[in-house]
Nanobody, 123 residues
Framework: QVQLVESGGGSVQAGGSLRLSCAAS?????MAWFRQAPGKEREGVAA???????AYADSVKGRFTISRDDAKNSLYLQMNSQKPEDSTMYYC????????????????????WGQGTQVTVSS
């Protein structure tokens, strides 16, 4: 069992930045950030496999950066140039098994989830 706790959400103006953090109770090879707006499906935003391989949704490429610090069992999401459409709940996800490229942003792949942190971007 891996427990995940997100932090760092909040309110920011369009064009601003926020950094989300996810504290994990143990190591997971594949980790990701998802987001879900009310009434919509959960969307994979960014994922990391090991320390180097990353994947991003087209909507955030060039603006968001995912990283991890395994010494601290932590996952991060640096969000720059934020847009109002980035406003929603963000969730940290983890899976101990390895993940293929096609699985990295797939909701079904991850067995461990945090409770989420709210991000609001005002125009």
């Amino acid at each position: 069992q891996v427990q995940l706790v997100e932090s760092g959400g909040g309110s920011v103006q369009a064009g601003g930045s926020l950094r989300l953090s996810c504290a994990a109770s143990g190591y997971s090879y594949c980790m990701a950030w998802f987001r879900q707006a009310p009434g919509k499906e959960r969307e994979g935003v960014a994922a990391i496999r090991g320390y180097v391989i990353t994947a991003y949704a087209d909507s955030v490429k060039g603006r968001f950066t995912i990283s991890r610090d395994d010494a601290k069992n932590s996952l991060y999401l640096q969000m720059n140039s934020q847009k109002p459409e980035d406003s929603t709940m963000y969730y940290c996800a983890a899976e101990r098994a390895t993940c293929s490229g096609g699985q990295m942003l797939a909701e079904y792949f991850y067995n461990y989830w945090g409770q989420g942190t709210q991000v609001t971007v005002s125009s």
